[in-house]
């Protein structure tokens, strides 16, 4: 993903653009930080029709749950208290 300052991308957004179809996605930053990526439509639609579930709605999903093997806990002697 190429990586364009806001004032790049808004100075030469013809080029911009160009590059969101034809190399994929393009990364705009602010200041030095990410702020925004420049998607074709047909990325868009995709990525719309197709939404990712939250982790909440994974959680609860009933295929979620099941039985954890806990292995048992040790049987060695505690470890001394450290004197200060």
Known sequence: MNTWAVQDA????????QASLA????LVTKRGAE????????QWRQLQTNPQPSLKQVLLE?????D???PPRG??????PVVF
């Open 10 to 17: 808004k100075s030469r957004f013809s080029e911009f653009l």
């Open 23 to 26: 190399s994929g996605p393009q």
């Open 35 to 42: 702020a925004a990526v420049l998607v074709s439509i047909a």
């Open 62 to 66: 009933e295929g979620a749950r099941g």
């Open 68 to 70: 954890w093997e806990i």
């Open 75 to 80: 049987q060695g002697l505690p470890r001394k």
